[in-house]
């Protein structure tokens, strides 16, 4: 397998550069579900935090290891009043019961949002319909890939029913918005459009932004956009053609695997007002200034060893998890950390 072809959500070419969610194809793992969808406006009625430091933390993946490391840095936090978001797709790759209740637990200790990970999996099949993985892949991605995502959600479907926790899952909200200092943080899965929308990958923010992505900000009364779903980091800023304010994006990609080349490292989003530096022992790769605060992507440096470990007793050789995340895990995707932080956004 070529180094990074599978394993952002099956590819890292998903990103959708302004087609439509639903592509010209409506199969499972392709369509983008109609309670998917929502209006920026929604934001400004979302469950709201305020704090001195927000943690966000998208595509755990059932992680058990980076869950850890996590949590060990958070506990390090000396300063101010901390609150932790965790942006969807928590659960993934943990078929193993055990593995799922100890994400299920450490995840309930924070402020969980369902991705298209958690919604499928407390989705009730009605009439045939069947959304998959509800990764809304477009016609780029080889149908190959969708089918393997369909077989995991599939099979991790089972396991979350035999727990009796789809209800719990059914229940977390699709969208959240925190106060941090001045700054007002929308906190979504995928972008301001929908819960599995591609807007905000690394290769489609470009075209996104030209496409009317700052009048979401206006829409939503937020000056940042904190996501994940696409499984490839990118943040950027630009200005309100409205008010010449500053505004942001930052794409965490995923905190519970390899985000770039020859690494194996997850990340998650830091954002905390001035004076309140990261934790000892943390690892930024890079920062910025957004109104009195800083907002830093944070190298989540959790033991891949033992991970992989844990991996391949759920997803053996040759299984669908394997086939298609295996050598990302390993290696790393095909992805340089440079071209993740671009605008304002700077290597630390």
């Known amino acids: 397998m070529r180094r990074g072809a599978r394993g952002v959500k099956g590819s890292i070419v998903a990103a959708r550069s302004g087609q439509d969610e639903a592509g010209s194809s409506d199969g499972p793992g392709r369509c983008c579900p109609l309670d998917y969808r929502y209006n920026a406006m929604a934001l400004r009625e979302a469950p709201t935090l305020s704090c001195d430091v927000l943690w966000v933390v998208g595509g755990l993946y059932g992680n058990t290891e980076a869950l850890a490391c996590l949590q060990s840095l958070i506990s390090r936090e000396s300063e101010g009043r901390v609150e932790v978001v965790v942006n969807g797709d928590f659960h993934w790759f943990d078929v193993d019961p055990g593995e799922f209740m100890a994400i299920q637990a ?150 519970g695997m390899a985000n770039f080349a020859d690494s194996t490292h997850g990340v998650v989003t830091r954002i905390a007002v001035d004076g309140l530096a990261p934790p000892a022992g943390s690892r930024v790769l890079y920062r910025t200034r957004l109104a009195d605060c800083e907002v830093a992507a944070i190298a989540l440096d959790f033991d891949a060893t033992r991970f992989l470990a844990r991996f391949d007793r759920q997803w053996p050789a040759g299984s669908p998890g394997a086939v298609s995340y295996r050598d990302r895990l390993a290696c790393g995707p095909a992805y340089p950390l440079h071209v993740a932080a671009r605008g304002g956004f700077r290597a630390a």
Not at 193 to 205: I, V
């Open 106 to 255: 450490g995840v309930g200790r924070w402020h969980a949002m369902r991705g298209n990970v958690e919604t499928e999996l407390a989705r009730e099949l009605v009439d045939g319909a069947d959304a998959g993985c509800g990764c809304a892949y477009p016609d780029s991605v080889d149908q190959a890939d969708v089918d393997r995502s369909n077989a995991m959600i599939s099979r991790l479907r089972e396991t979350a029913r035999s727990l009796g926790v789809s209800a719990a899952l059914c229940a977390l909200p699709m969208l959240r918005r925190a106060q941090v200092g001045a700054l007002r943080v929308g906190c979504v899965h995928g972008d301001d459009q929908s819960l599995s929308g591609w807007r905000l990958a690394h290769d489609a923010l470009a075209a996104s932004r030209a496409q009317g992505l700052p009048a979401a900000f206006d829409a939503g009364q937020i000056d940042l956009i904190a996501c994940s779903h696409t499984c490839l980091p990118v943040a950027d800023t630009f200005e309100s053609p409205t008010d010449q304010r500053r505004l942001a994006v930052i794409n965490n990609g995923a905190a």
